[in-house]
């Protein structure tokens, strides 16, 4: 992967709910609350939010900088269990501190090590927002297509019904 600067002095470690939570929760809520990016209810609670990301069908991780400060995290989840578990999905949000750092990137490339070990064969993501150009280029940057756009399949705070996209990588070779 290349067209990006590494950030430095970052691991990416399973997420402990106890130790990582209250960090994750002080900049997802945020995200949540924008309405621009993320599916979540724009009020959701705390509890709920939890739920969603340490479900157990779900392996969470976090990046931490030197300090044990969280960054960012991810999930990474079978598509559709039972007979379509080989395509992991995965969702991402990075704390707006470190947004620009390559922390996203760093993530990408290690949910897709992860789910490669862990016997995925693809990786989908599900409603990638078409309005978040940033992010739709930082996939396509890491490889993934856009296999399908749903016409208004995402509530935008501020600009209505916006498409969103469903994009794929295939992790190994058939």
């Given at each position: 992967?290349?067209?990006?600067?590494?950030?430095?002095?970052?691991?990416?470690?399973?997420?402990?709910?106890?130790?990582?939570?209250?960090?994750?929760?002080?900049?997802?809520?945020?995200?949540?609350?924008?309405?621009?990016?993320?599916?979540?209810?724009?009020?959701?609670?705390?509890?709920?939010?939890?739920?969603?990301?340490?479900?157990?069908?779900?392996?969470?991780?976090?990046?931490?900088?030197?300090?044990?400060?969280?960054?960012?995290?991810?999930?990474?989840?079978?598509?559709?269990?039972?007979?379509?578990?080989?395509?992991?999905?995965?969702?991402?949000?990075?704390?707006?501190?470190?947004?620009g750092q390559g922390v996203a990137s760093l993530?990408?490339?290690?949910?897709?090590?992860?789910?490669i070990k862990n016997g995925y064969r693809g990786?989908?993501?599900?409603?990638?927002?078409?309005?978040?150009?940033?992010?739709?280029?930082?996939?396509?940057?890491?490889?993934?297509?856009?296999?399908?756009?749903?016409?208004?399949?995402?509530?935008?705070?501020?600009?209505?019904?916006?498409?969103?996209?469903?994009?794929f990588k295939q992790l190994v070779e058939e």
């Open positions: 992967m290349t067209g990006y600067m590494k950030p430095k002095n970052i691991q990416i470690i399973p997420a402990d709910p106890d130790q990582h939570w209250s960090q994750i929760w002080a900049f997802m809520q945020s995200v949540f609350a924008a309405g621009n990016s993320y599916p979540n209810a724009m009020d959701s609670s705390e509890d709920d939010a939890k739920a969603y990301w340490f479900n157990p069908s779900k392996t969470t991780h976090v990046a931490i900088d030197e300090a044990g400060d969280v960054l960012g995290v991810y999930y990474l989840r079978p598509n559709q269990p039972p007979l379509g578990a080989h395509i992991c999905n995965c969702g991402y949000v990075v704390a707006p501190a470190a947004r993530m990408c490339e290690h949910s897709q090590s992860y789910a990786m989908q993501y599900n409603l990638v927002v078409s309005t978040n150009e940033t992010a739709v280029r930082l996939w396509q940057r890491h490889g993934f297509d856009i296999i399908g756009t749903v016409p208004g399949a995402f509530h935008h705070k501020d600009l209505g019904y916006v498409d969103a996209h469903i994009m």
